[in-house]
């Protein structure tokens, strides 16, 4: 890795801004005081001993937390760039905010039908119904998650007749079809084996190109590889936030130099 | 086997560990022995009353069996204005129960807010399925015959075993749905979608399955019922067909049957098994014969549905 050639851009834009986050699951503080920048067409990868708080935090981004009783954003927020609005705020529907931002979750799972109706079915819930249109932006987005190549053929078979690896990347691919501003990962390759998770990354680094990436990952040589940001968090809070290689090669904070040195975790 | 022996544990010499296997396994004889015996119990006896049946009604069942008004002589007699009913009953059952059933099922599951007055309607509702069917028939004949003023009718009728399998049907559904992986409905609401289009496109059609037998269940429980629809007060002599719409002068409307008196299957039956003539109790077998036929027969098609729709279904 050419830790030292990759130039950062000294200020590069904000897309999204946690500021003092908290988070309950009914009495259970998961989440204390989070602030955290992420930055535009960057990767910013989310890393921690498990329990730590990573999913929680990147389930507040889309707001999948209001789909269970109990759970409460409680003080501060995160801010969305270049609108400014709050996604945590009460007069913000969750379905807006969904529609912003996708998710690729950590097991596959996608729809049982089949692998068009997959993609399309995030343009769907959009209201697009024009045939030729759908066809397009089902299309380019398996292109994008590099799967077209292998389903361009088979569009109606079903989706959970690909393999892991190709579902995951359909999963992608339903992500990325609605042309979202910002998509999460949660250790999108945990569940595949090495081929696949090192397709998946190819894919993730070509995808900021054109999309903020946030990414939860267990596997700290996955985070220096693919990401420019990382924050390392521990029991629910945020330890320390830096451009990926000076926090691996540097780490300001000496809980997280025994994190990724391995002393724990 | 030499090789093997110096892998064993030495403090179980090899014949002593066999000796334990085996004793182990003769408990596993003796569960296979008894429930081959508990099942031979239900399905030989079903068995030899169906055959009874059928050596004793099948030589009855021809065409003029099915197109014949009851009769006082028992060789002219036939199925026609019970079969019918039996068939109108049921169309009123499935289409005021599936609709009520299904969408109680899916407010429960995906929108009701999990408190306690949910949970006592979800007590309520299981309790519901142990009420005796008589009950609904008293109920109905207040309710639907008189205060309503449906009369003794299809309609009555109907909405009387429709209630009778409402419950059923809500807890088909709540388990159908519950069988839906999480992992789903969250893809489903992280693509933006609302519990509505969650509900439409996901939750209906991956639950269709479960749902389906549990209606087809319902309907079988529900044609054989006698109590509740005597209770009611259905014919048990009955030589007309309800009007059939736009037929007749004056032309009958397009909802005059639902208001019709009418007779079904089981009651014919009943009808036919309290009569001293051993002639209509060949009747009474054929019909019984034709009643389970489409009992069976709906239960095959229940059987048939959930193996198609489940196909596309994995997990
Ligand atoms: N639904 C829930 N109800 C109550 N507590 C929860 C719930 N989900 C998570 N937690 C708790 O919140 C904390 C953070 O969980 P979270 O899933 O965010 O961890 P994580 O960092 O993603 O861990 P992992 O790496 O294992 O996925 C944990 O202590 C967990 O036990
Ligand atoms: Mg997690």
Known sequence: ?265 | MNELKSGVSESMELGTLRRIIVRAKRWDLFFVVLGILSLMIGVLTFAVLFADMASKGLPRLNWEFFTSFPSRRAANAGILSAWVGTILVMLVTAVAAIPLGVAAGVYLEEYAPKNWITDVIEINVSNLAGVPSIVYGLLALGLFVYQFGFGQSILSAGLTLALLILPVVIVATREAIRSIPQSVREGSYACGATTWQTVRDHILPYSSPGILTGIIIGMARAIGETAPIITIGALTFIAFLPPQPYVGDPPAGLFDWLFAPFTVMPIQMFNWTSRPEAAFAENAAAAGFVLVFMTLLMNGLAIYLRYRLRKNIKW
Not at chain 1, 158 to 169: D, P
Not at chain 1, 177 to 195: G, K
Not at chain 1, 215 to 230: E, F, G, K, L, P
Request: with cysteine.
């Open chain 1, 1 to 265: 890795m050419d830790a030292n050639v990759t130039p950062v851009p000294v200020t590069p834009t904000l897309k999204a801004d946690v500021r003092d986050l908290d988070f309950y699951y009914g009495s259970f503080h998961a989440l204390k005081k989070v602030t955290m920048p992420v930055y535009e067409r960057k990767a910013t990868a989310l890393i921690g001993p498990s329990g730590c708080g990573k999913s929680t935090l990147l389930r507040c981004f889309n707001r999948m937390h209001d789909l269970y009783p109990g759970n409460r954003y409680e003080g501060g927020g995160i801010v969305l760039h270049p609108d400014n609005t709050n996604l945590l705020a009460h007069g913000v529907d969750p379905i807006e905010v969904r529609m912003r931002i996708s998710m690729v979750f950590q097991k596959p799972n996608p729809f049982p039908k089949s692998i068009f109706e997959n993609v399309a079915y995030s343009l769907r819930v959009r209201g697009l119904r024009n045939k030729s249109e759908l066809d397009d932006r089902v299309e380019a987005a398996l292109k994008g998650a590099a799967l077209w190549k292998e389903v361009s053929g088979r569009l109606s078979e079903l989706g959970a007749n690909l393999s892991g690896g190709q579902q995951q990347r359909l999963c992608i691919a339903r992500a990325l079809a609605s042309d979202p501003e910002l998509i999460l990962f949660d250790e999108p390759t945990s569940a595949l084996d090495p081929i696949a998770t090192a397709s998946i990354e190819e894919l993730i680094t070509e995808l900021k190109e054109k999309v903020t990436i946030l990414i939860v990952t267990h596997n700290m040589q996955q985070a220096a590889r693919i990401s420019d940001y990382t924050a390392y968090m521990y029991l629910g809070e945020m330890i320390e936030f830096g451009i990926t290689d000076q926090l691996f090669i540097k780490p300001q904070k000496k809980q997280t130099e025994d994190y990724i040195t391995g002393r724990f975790g």
